[in-house]
């Protein structure tokens, strides 16, 4: 195939959202799959170039140097740099990441590239763009990357960011070394707060009474050592999140905009590496909004939002806003995903959004042009729009491919110019192959998943996940429209394909149908047939041998029972008969019209092995793509059926296998004229063979592998094309066919089979598109007719309730389909009602004989319900259908089984869980826990529930107490030996030893053991002392021996708990004793008297729990029928033994007959009998009586009273007994009270000594595990001091390395300047020829360079709009730049110009001043950029100075810190912590809020405090008789003083009154006063004055109110007027509300295309003047202020002026 030619790329179409950037001021370049795509914003010309690589992976462009680089996607990928327009390769890079490149970024100003891999590398590698080499590279953990970026204004910085981290990587040069050095900040929780790190200190004490502090930091109290100690988080909170960065920019003083996606914005300071969240007014108003939604929503009320919160959304700074962002000179320009551009204000200090646009698709990329005039704004949704800076508010669409995955591609009739997609979102498109561009598009607003286009008509039909396929007119492409909706199959349309001709379109599904489709619109679309393939169909293949013939089809499937993702198992072949439109009955078998297959010969076969795709030719020839072996298999299908379904013959062996593609799955396509043959993989890759020579093949790389390979492909009709689609990454791509001259002759063949099959097509096609565009457009109200007509008929039909009930023939509707039904369920239906039809006679004649007969036996039922009992018959037995009746029995114990089953297995596993909790706290117990409660009382004790001891912990006990034994005895070996050698000191020490010594027989006293457990059977002498508890080992010994003790004392408790336990079980069974002495006796005495019976409850017998009695059981018992037959014996020997005890016994008829049935006579018995009364009392009147019945009533009478003197005295005793009885019991259970009470008592101090033995031991855990922390940080100090070791080494030697270089090069440099300085000197030199003069005048003109070295682009106009916009400024070029050189050499030419020349100066020697002046130039080019060179490396140096003096600092800060740590150490090992029983009186310390703090208190003896008592009280007796001595004498100093203070006062007071005397102002009143004498006349003059005054102001006041009543008058009259106007004005008002509503409504309607620059205007003046009407009231305020004080000032002099008065 090779032979023909190669496949070049012509056109793509596809865009993820990924980057779109500007490479010069009127392109932009994207990705698209596995090439780059140029745009051009002003003609939309679009240029494509294919990657050389293995697809496209990380991708970036650099504006400013017109570069484009991106990496591959396979092993040890490479990075590419192209420059533009010329895409030629620049440079390669290689040997870096070692499977993927996550991010790459180039530098605006230095031929750098920064490169971030990923998996499994995760490091930064610089690369240098010249050569390719990798200059340096740095691990950043295991932290992924998804943004980098080069600091415009310092290329010496990058940033890079992940979801978990902000990194700032500072690069360091020396000349040819580099050095990445990276900082990571630490990220703010979502609420602003700065985490805590493991170096931060927390202060850790003991206890509340130690009396020493430890402070360490929360890796060490974490036990963590290693790397992660640094960035360890103590204070870590699940409820409390970081924020997660998603975009970041530089801002010009070389600090960072960091966006989250939860809506923060963070400023970071890449100097003191300070995270800073900036305020944002929009999220404020957010989280008002969502506080004031959460409140309404929890109160159960509307939402109540005020109207300032009421804001477009534009305003709002949410959840997403922070996408992407750039800088402008304008503001922060940041895109969301909620599709909004947002320019953000940032100059102040809360963040505002200054403008905004909608974009309406989320924002995934943005990018400045660099003249930073245009903006462009990438979508995830495939689109690309264009922001201008001219024209804020609004974006332009450059471009829309509508993002998504292609699940469909086929081409147009006549298949040479369009092709036609669609999306597995429904969108519809339409595409032209020679203009590339897009004709037009459909959204069918459904998932959809195949598509075909129709040979003979300008229709296409789509297959979609619900089963539909929809017919689409493209007759007008601009605007196609769907005619037809029809459901075929009942899943998903995975496989649509048109026969040669367009006659049959056949569809596949895994419902076990293929459908066959007659799409013509001539037949209406209609569906012929259908045959079964049981499986999911994986490819439809057709053939035609020639004109008019019968269609071959081949499908390829995969059984239900095997995996779909490997690929089809089993073939069908069968021929569609082309008069199958004509015929349709005569080759179907039913009315499900399944077509017979021995009328399309169906041939059924398996595959080899699993294989994908299938593509038939006219031979019988099969290819397909197996799934392992990954070739191209050639396969011949067989006539003949095989004889079995599953024999070897059945497998289809391969006739021919090629290499193919390297990853399993993909597809196949046969071009139209059926000689090539091409396969897509999902490796990406397309290979297209000929069918003569499979070997040899032409590929093309056209997807990715890892979106998944190739998904469809197509030739055009002609073969002059070949479009492929990817699986997941949305491009569309398009070959064209470079033909070598065997190929163009090779060619001729495909183009006339395009020419011959369009002529014979032609006048089909123009007779279906004339009907077709006649079609009206499809609604999904024609698919609801079935539905409609089916429940008009359920209607119509009688409710078989109302049958029943009116004794009438119920006929069962027929079924309808529900819903939206199926192709084949509408057929089920129309054969169901066909067979109505024709057998409706026989199914009435039924239906009457069943009634007839129901009414018979319902009339025999009711006769059998009036007969006797006896022979009356079972309800039952007049079942007829006894089968239906046994069935339903079977299913009732089916579902009673199951349920059955169900409750046993529910109440095994209530066993199961039963059994292992009485294992784990029951049967697992030595001691079960049990309480005794009192009698009289709510009092109870319970005891202590005990484990039994494992093996393991006896034989640590034992083993500890053997070293304690052994410790023990080493200890008094030692004293003895002490004790001998220094025995007469010993002994003198004794004799003077204090009584009360806690040491005074060698035992310590509870107030020093600090617990009272020996008291309580806790003792034991192997306990150490807690002031001997020194190291590890002993107070682990200890913690064991204190478990022992308290194990010790809960056993001595359980003994008395026992004890008395057993007493309260004796006095239970007396109580029930004497219980039933005082039953009997208050039966005798016939009293109704409540017997007290007292019992245990579960809390005394926990035994009672574990066992279920038939009381607790409140549901009838299920017995099964084994159980009942048991019962039933076990009665029937229990009737039995009755029936012989009542026969013939002799014992009892003698006890009977002789004794009266009892052996003993008890006197409660006789006393109950009665004396027999004579029956003449009853019968004979008295007087009638005769003598001998007078004596016999006398003797009744007397046998009376004496029986009821019995009886009295009798009952008297036994109230007697009964009180003596109930004293008793009450005695008893109060003394068992009492003692309930004393036990009580013991176990409340018993708790107290376990509780202390507790606090000891809880106090030695944590004095071992703050030992644990302790040497966790000095092993991890030794770490840290171990590498800062190491890393002090590699420093001297970096620093001794780099001296020597920064020595070498300024060795270098001094030379090069001593040059350049010769170059200088030598100039006379060099003109010795020429006039002094003139040398001079030329030196000058030798001196003259250009003023500045700026980029020769900005001069022009449109560039310095750059300058104004950039927000970085210009940047001046620097010596080391690329370029830079002819940048200074291109300015010298105005220079060089004759124009310029002196005069008296010939033009050779010009020229040779112009050439000297270059020399120098170049001279001072290269001294100036070693100059830079030596000043970076001095910069080199000195950071490697200043780092090895850090480690420096750092190793004597470790080693410092490490000694305080063992200081520290040793301090708490020897300072250890007591715990003592001191009685109240002798703790003399102010006790705090819970428990006192006794850091700084000390512990001594008592009589030093009696002794230091005796002296105070001694001293203060003396000190009281000198105060009484001193308080008498005082007491005469105190009153002089106070007499002497008196007479001062005095003196004071008259010295005031004289001072007022003569300060006292005579007025004019105390002048008249003084002189006149009367007073009275003078008062009579003053009221006569004052009346005269009163008469003319009343006359005043009545001439003003006539006055003010003639006004009155007059305003009402005018206000009458005025409500008059008013009316007239409100009906104005009414019409002119009505004209402002409908200006509102035009307004509104045209406000898209309104100008708003006025609008702005006006709220910019709204502005300023509500900041100058705040102005105004803050200079208001002021002034009053300054009023009051001016006022505050005047009245403080108010008193002198009035005194001055008086």
Known sequence: MDEIGSLNISWAQGYNGSNALFINQNTICYPCG?????????????????????GIGAFTVCGTQNLVAFSENCLSPRIFIFSYPSFTQKVICEDGAQLEYSCLTISSSHPYLISCSGVPDFSVMLWSMESGDLLCQTDIGLLGCNSLSFNPTDWHKVCFLGDEHVTVCTIQQADTQYLLVPSKMSLPFEDGKRPSTGGDLIDRPGSKVANHDLILPSSAIAGIIGDLTDTFDGDFDENKHHVVPSSHCWTPSGDLYVGC???????????????????????????????????SSILKMPTVIDESLQEDNAQRLGEGAFSCMTLHRDGLFVGGEDGMLRCLDISGSVVQVSDSCPIDSPITSLSWSPTYSKLAIGSSKGSINLYDTSSPGTSELILDTHHGNFVGLDMLNPGVQHCVTVREDGELQI??????????SLPLAVQCCSLACSPASHSVAVGTHSGHIYMVEVTNMENPRIVERMRVHQHAVMQLTYDAEGRYLFSGSDDGHVFVVDTRPSMMFKVLAQTAIEGHVESISTHMAEKHADVRVVITYTSNDADINIGATKITLFDVPADLNDNVSKYCGSLKMDLLEDSIGKLNFNLNESSHGGAVTGDRKLFTLPHYSKQLHEIRIPEEAPKKANNKASYLQPQQACSNHELAGGVITMSPHHQWVASGGSDGRVFVRELGLLERAVSVHAHNFHSGGVSRMCFTRDGMYLLTCGVGDGVLTCYTWNFSATGKGKVTTAIESARSHKARLHSICKKEDEIMTEMPDWSPLKSNAVSREASTDAMRSKPKTVAMENDQIYVTPTPTPKGDPTWMEVK?????????????????TLRTEIRDLRRQIQSMMKENDSLPEIERLERHEFNLDTEDQARLQSEGDEQVQKVREDIEFENLAKSY?????????????????RCTKAFHSNLEVSNYPMRKRTNDEKEELACITKLRQIEIAEIMARKEIMESQFKQTTKTENEEADDESVEGDGAEQPSTTGSLGAQYGGASDYFYSQFELHTRQQKRNQIILLKDAIYRIKVAFNSEFDEVYRQKEQEIARIGDRNSRISKILKDLNSSEELWEPEMDE?????????????????????TPEQQAKLDDERQIEEQRRLLEKGDNDLVRGREMMMGGVLEVKKEDELKKDVPQPTFIVNKPQDEWSEEEQKMAKEYERKVKELNEEREKYRKTLEAELKKLQTIISDTTSNFDDKMVEIFLKKIKVEMVIFQEELKILRLNLSLLIEEELSTREEELLRQLEDRKMRKVLTVQAVAQTKQRVQDYRDTYDIRVAEDKVLDKNFHKEFHDVNSLLVEQLYKLYRKKPRGQRRLHHTDSKMNQQTTTNPYGERPLSARQAGTLEITLKQLDEFDDPSHMPEDVELSVWKRVCAARRLKVKSEHEVKAQALTLADMNAFLQLRQDEDEKLKREMDDTMDELNQLRESR?????????????????????????????????????SVVEDLNGTIRQLGEQKMSAMTESKDFRKGIHILEWEHKKMVMEIEDLLNRAKDIQMLKVSRQIQDYLHNDDHEARKQQEISALEQTLDNQRGHHEKNVKEKKAILSTLRKGIRKKEQENTKVEGELQEMIVCVSERKHINEVNASARDETAAEKRMKDIVQRRKLVDLAKAQAQEVAVLRAEVERLRMRTFPALVQLER
């Not at 809506?263 to 108003?285: A, C, H, I, P, W």
């Not at 595409?431 to 037009?440: A, F, M, S, T, Y």
């Open 34 to 54: 596995n090439f780059v795509k140029f745009l051009d914003i002003r003609t939309k010309n679009e240029a494509i170039h294919s990657s050389p690589g293995e």
């Open 261 to 295: 996606r939860g809506g923060q914005l963070l400023l970071v300071n890449t100097e003191t590496f300070d995270v800073e969240t900036m305020d944002s007014d929009g999220m404020k108003r957010q989280n008002t909004m969502n506080r004031t939604k959460t409140e």
């Open 431 to 440: 595409w032209d192959i020679e203009e590339n561009q897009l004709v037009g």
């Open 828 to 844: 089920v239906m129309e054969a169901i009602r066909e067979e109505d039809k024709e057998f409706a006679e026989q199914k009435k």
């Open 913 to 929: 869980l039963k059994e292992m909790v009485k294992n784990e706290c029951w049967d697992s117990m030595n001691v079960k826990g």
């Open 1099 to 1119: 809390d005394e017998k926990p035994e009672k729990l574990l066992t279920v009695e038939e009381k607790e059981v409140k549901v009838e018992k299920f017995i």
């Open 1466 to 1502: 040793m301090r708490f090992n020897c300072n250890l912590e007591v715990q003592f029983m001191l009685k109240q009186g002798q703790v003399e310390i102010d006790s705090g809020q819970f428990i006192p703090n006794y850091r700084d208190s000390i512990l001594i003896h008592r």
